[in-house]
């Protein structure tokens, strides 16, 4: 049984979802990557976290095409990049998610990176489109405790989650407490300490901490595992990526055993407040030079 995210209004969406971000290499968008993502939807992901700024859409759109099963079934979440943001840039941002996708409607849609000077517009363009029902559940992504503060001041549509760089050398706990406070859950990204594109060697990351290693080996399962579970038992969401079969099958196998409060801790003590990817107090300029390929 999958650990489920269950919303005020009755929705549910699985709390593992799959993340597509450089599967194969940076905006990769061909046969590789709908294979990848079909083989994570055979081995029972629901819940796929994409971006426009992944180049990858397509890719996403086909794989669930080529599942057989029904759009219904899957949680499908993208995000509005920063080059994007502004009332009618995003609603042309998302027209063209939407068509890349080939669906009629997103589950989640983020703002991928604050941007204070047009996160109300961009917020406002969010609110038309759930309202036209083209997106079922609002989101944030990166958002520092200053910017839930400035949304929520004149949001209508409150966010569901906000997705942030969250792993066992970045737990992130003051801003979880802010999230926790206003209602909004906790999405992990790089949860198991980044992916290819971050050029960190594995040995340096959470997946090879010491600490990690032993609690795996008392329950007889990877660090990876430990890893995402510790996420779940504690009402996050987590979104790894995986390209083998071996991780994305494991990735799902969470039930077999439960971390104790002391293992829990262990693994709460390791932050080091290490960011593998974007610091929201100095990300912009950066991302302003990344392009959302057509
Ligand atoms: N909102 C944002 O700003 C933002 C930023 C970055 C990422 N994201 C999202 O978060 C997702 C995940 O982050 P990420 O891709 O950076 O990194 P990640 O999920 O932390 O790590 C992926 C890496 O871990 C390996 N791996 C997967 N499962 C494993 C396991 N059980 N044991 C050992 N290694 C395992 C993968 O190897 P293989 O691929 O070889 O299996 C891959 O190299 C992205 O794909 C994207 O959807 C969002």
Not at 44 to 56: E, F, Q, V
Not at 198 to 225: C, F, M, R, W
Not at 234 to 252: T, Y
Request: hydrophobic letters at 35%; a negative charge.
């Amino acid at each position: 049984m999958q650990h489920e995210i269950v919303l005020k209004d009755g929705t549910r969406f699985p709390a593992l979802g799959f993340g597509t971000c450089a599967i194969g290499d940076w905006q990769q968008d061909d046969d590789y990557v709908v294979d990848t993502i079909l083989k994570a939807i055979k081995a029972g992901y629901r819940h796929i976290d994409t971006a426009s700024l992944y180049g990858n859409e397509r890719s996403v759109g086909k794989a669930i095409k080529a599942s057989g099963i029904p759009r219904e079934a899957f949680f499908v979440v993208s995000k509005v990049w920063d080059t994007e943001q502004g009332y009618d840039e995003t609603l042309n941002a998302f027209d063209a998610s939407l068509k890349r996708l080939d669906m009629d409607y997103i589950d989640l849609y983020l703002v991928h990176w604050p941007n204070p000077a047009k996160t109300q517009a961009t917020w406002q363009a969010l609110e038309h489109l759930h309202a036209q029902g083209q997106v079922r559940q609002l989101g944030l992504s990166n958002f520092r405790p200053s910017d839930i503060e400035q949304l929520l001041s004149f949001a209508k549509v409150k966010p569901i989650y906000n997705q942030l760089e969250l792993h066992p050398y970045l737990t992130q706990r003051a801003l979880c407490d802010v999230c926790d406070k206003h209602d909004i859950y906790v999405s992990c990204w790089s949860p198991l300490g980044s992916g290819t594109w971050s050029g960190v060697p594995t040995n340096e990351k959470p997946i090879a901490d010491a600490v990690v290693l032993g609690i795996a080996e008392k329950h007889g399962v990877s660090a990876g595992q430990v890893i995402l579970k510790w996420d779940l038992q504690q009402g996050r969401i987590a979104i790894p990526k995986a390209e083998s079969d071996k991780n994305i099958k494991a990735n799902l196998e969470l039930d077999s055993f439960e971390l104790s409060a002391e293992q829990l801790s262990a693994i709460d003590q390791l932050n080091r407040d290490h960011r593998y990817g974007g610091d929201p107090d100095t990300a912009y300029e950066g991302n302003m030079k990344m392009q959302v390929p057509d």
